[in-house]
């Protein structure tokens, strides 16, 4: 054989090799395990999978999802309890009408909703604000005909005006402030984002997380009467804290009080269900993962079932505050607390006299409390009404209720159930934020946002962030771009880019 061709056929060979070990090596899925099956956990499998799938074609991401979840269900704070025959939410309750996440899970699913619960016999509108010895407003019902509606919620409307004022007004712009900066990560062309505060500042939201909702609402106009009565009453039905909180959560908060809210019917917890269904994720309930050890190409995730998993990718979608897990080596995060709030679900009869009416009085299908020192529960309201004296209520506190009271509390009580919840951060100005990014490898924590604000729809947004955040981090280091390629060379010191 002449030298050319001998070196030929050698160059032949060893690029066959090198195209071959290439494509072997893109073809090996990415392992990423999710600690958490709730809606942060849930909604990273979801963008993962069909981000992997979409944004990197032709050349799509090849990914292997497992999920870890320590109890028997899926959902996280998303959950049902049953009592008296009929099933309600017990956690994440609420969803906004400009929630597009949730509303695009719930299309994606063929989930049905409900917005209103004109079928339980229950008025919205029909609410009082107790100090723990009087009403100090108090709207009236509305009826059932259309008629009594329209002129119960124009006597409502003028209620409320009478006592607030034009304070209403700026109270409703501060929150549409907010919403129209939260609504640009919704935007087609956002960047991705390696902290959280990057994400907030982008938007214009940081500085709120820095100042208490107070001081922001001194600022925008609003009267102390407002802040201290109604704002009061819906952060601690919402957050189960006063009005201390930050801007953000509290303007959040405020806006969760608005119409137009909706949940899944059946329960909120099926969005969770649907979507890890939807990733053909490999889903391990029962399995606490206790360990998370980085050992350069892999971590190793031990759980209490004594097994071990090898994974490129950890991605924690639980919060670390009350969560024993040993990292090693150790992350450092930023001291923060939880608010506990205790939901309790009574089927029976509120005793007027508690309220110090006579037997005979009605109470509003709402009583929330202000910030009095001794008040032993933040709101009660009333959610499925059976006859007049056979209610099934729920009662947020922030202690556990005792039987003592509940006997005070109700005059007649045939079942109850209570459920301590880890609900959401005890917020703190200013806001100091955990890393999404644990270490410099692929250790990722999505619910370092929840510092930021605390539901449903955040814990989603926050979510898809860290999903594309972790693919483009992975597409990086396998030297694969997107079709424009402006992916390529994308590493911890360059993540604000466009995917």
Not at 208 to 219: K, Y
Not at 278 to 287: D, F, G, I, K, R
Not at 353 to 360: D, R, V, W
Request: charged content about 20%.
């Amino acid at each position: 054989m002449a030298p050319w061709a001998a070196t030929l056929l050698i160059t032949s060979l060893l690029l066959l090799l090198s195209s071959v070990t290439y494509s072997s090596s893109f073809s090996r899925p990415h392992r990423i395990c999710i600690i958490g099956s709730g809606i942060a956990g849930s909604s990273a499998a979801h963008f993962l999978h069909d981000l992997g799938k979409s944004t990197f074609s032709p050349n799509s991401l090849p990914i292997e999802i497992l999920i870890f979840e320590k109890r028997g269900r899926v959902g996280g704070r998303m959950a049902t309890v049953s009592i008296g025959g009929d099933t309600f939410e017990a956690g994440g309750t609420i969803l906004h009408p400009k929630n597009f996440h949730a509303l695009n899970f719930t299309s994606l699913l063929n989930l049905s909703t409900t917005t209103g619960r004109d079928d339980d016999g229950v008025d919205d509108g029909w609410f009082g604000i107790w100090d723990g010895e009087r009403f100090v407003l108090e709207t009236i019902p509305q009826g059932k005909s259309f008629i009594s509606k329209q002129i119960a919620r124009l006597w409502n409307t003028v209620t409320l005006f009478r006592r607030y004022g034009f304070s209403l007004i700026r109270m409703q712009r501060f929150v549409q402030g907010m919403l129209e900066s939260f609504l640009r990560y919704y935007e087609k062309d956002r960047p991705v984002f390696s902290s959280v505060e990057e994400m907030l500042k982008w938007a214009g939201l940081y500085s709120l997380t820095q100042r208490t909702l107070r001081e922001e609402l001194d600022d925008a106009g609003l009267s102390s009467l407002l802040i201290s009565e109604l704002v009061t009453v819906i952060t601690r039905i919402n957050y189960g804290q006063d009005v201390s909180i930050s801007g953000l959560a509290g303007a959040v908060s405020l806006a969760g009080s608005g119409g137009g809210l909706w949940s899944v019917e059946g329960g909120n917890w099926q969005l969770a269900a649907g979507l890890i269904n939807n990733t053909n994720a490999s889903l391990h309930l029962h399995e606490e993962i206790v360990s998370v050890s980085n050992h350069g190409d892999y971590y190793e995730l031990n759980s209490t079932q004594e097994n071990s998993y090898h994974c490129e990718v950890a991605l924690v979608a639980t919060p670390l505050d009350e969560v024993r897990i040993n990292f090693s080596p150790p992350v450092t995060l930023p001291k923060r607390s939880t608010q506990h709030t205790y939901a309790t679900f009574v089927r029976g009869f509120l005793n007027p006299e508690y309220f110090g009416l006579s037997p005979s009085s009605e109470i509003p299908d709402l009583v929330a409390t202000l910030e009095v020192k001794g008040l032993p529960f933040s709101s009660v309201s009333v959610l499925k009404r059976y006859s007049d004296k056979d209610k099934t209520y729920k009662i947020f506190s922030r202690a556990p209720i005792s039987d003592e009271l509940l006997d005070k509390l109700f005059s007649v009580r045939s079942d109850t159930r209570m459920i301590n919840w880890p609900a959401y951060p005890h917020y703190v100005v200013p806001e100091v934020f955990a890393p999404f990014m644990l270490d410099q490898s692929h250790l990722y924590y999505i619910n370092a946002f929840e510092s930021a604000a605390s539901t449903i729809e955040t814990s989603a947004v926050a979510a898809e962030n860290v999903a594309r955040l972790i693919l483009s981090r992975l597409s990086s280091s396998a030297h694969v771009g997107s079709r424009s390629g402006e992916l390529q060379g994308v590493g911890p010191e360059n993540l604000h880019v466009d995917l």
